[in-house]
T-cell receptor, first 115, second 112 residues
Framework: AQSVTQLGSHVSVSEGALVLLRCNYS??????LFWYVQYPNQGLQLLLK??????LVKGINGFEAEFKKSETSFHLTKPSAHMSDAAEYFC?????????????FGAGTTVTVRA | DTGVSQDPRHKITKRGQNVTFRCDPI?????LYWYRQTLGQGPEFLTY????????KSRLLSDRFSAERPKGSFSTLEIQRTEQGDSAMYLC??????????FGPGTRLTVL
């Protein structure tokens, strides 16, 4: 079974500051890892994903994440926060060797951006 | 294509009533997933289809829940004899095989 732990349910950053959202996973097989963003009253939108290959993954809106197998982590960063980054962020994992591709999500981190 | 759509967006019902939600995936996506999201939690997997075949159901899906995808296109999720614990956001997602899952806006269910 796979699971995801997101450290910190709420993160507050100043506009222009670094955004760092932490995600640790557990998986019995090599994982596929994802970050999704959810704006109020909207569905989830994929920010970026790691499947194989390069461990530093770049996504939309200036976000990136690094897969660190030794630390079982997939932390999300953005160098400079914008007001539009205020949203809820979910880390998710699926099993690479499975045919179901179903996602297991963390509990989410709500990001607020201070002007 | 306008993406994954779900109907209704909001549903308020009384305990004991039956409700049905609809999901229209992106056309030609062969996979369709249902997730449930409660307040303060991430989405939890409920079930998924490949074409019209329902391939897996989570233990979260009690006997009161049933899902169908009769022609491999749209899907319905029915909850019979609703309980207050069923109050949640029900999310639908579709994908083409292993590719990215695209999520709909969700149906928010409130059981009074």
């Amino acid at each position: 079974a796979q699971s995801v732990t997101q450290l910190g349910s709420h993160v507050s950053v100043s506009e222009g500051a670094l955004v760092l959202l932490r995600c640790n996973y557990s998986s019995s097989v090599p994982p596929y890892l994802f970050w999704y963003v959810q704006y109020p009253n909207q569905g989830l939108q994929l920010l970026l994903k790691y499947t194989t290959g390069a461990t530093l993954v770049k996504g939309i809106n200036g976000f990136e994440a690094e897969f660190k197998k030794s630390e079982t982590s997939f932390h999300l960063t953005k160098p400079s926060a914008h007001m539009s980054d205020a949203a809820e962020y979910f880390c998710a994992v699926s099993r690479s060797l499975s045919n179901d591709y179903k996602l297991s999500f963390g509990a989410g981190t709500t990001v607020t951006v201070r002007a | 294509d306008t993406g994954v759509s779900q109907d209704p967006r909001h549903k308020i019902t009384k305990r004991g009533q039956n409700v049905t939600f609809r999901c229209d995936p992106i056309s030609e996506h062969n996979r369709l997933y249902w997730y449930r999201q409660t307040l303060g939690q991430g989405p939890e997997f409920l079930t998924y289809f490949q074409n019209e075949a329902q391939l897996e159901k989570s233990r979260l899906l009690s006997d009161r829940f049933s899902a169908e995808r009769p022609k491999g296109s749209f899907s319905t999720l029915e909850i019979q004899r609703t309980e207050q614990g069923d109050s949640a956001m029900y999310l639908c997602a579709s994908s083409l095989g292993r590719d990215e899952q695209f999520f709909g806006p969700g149906t928010r269910l409130t059981v009074l």
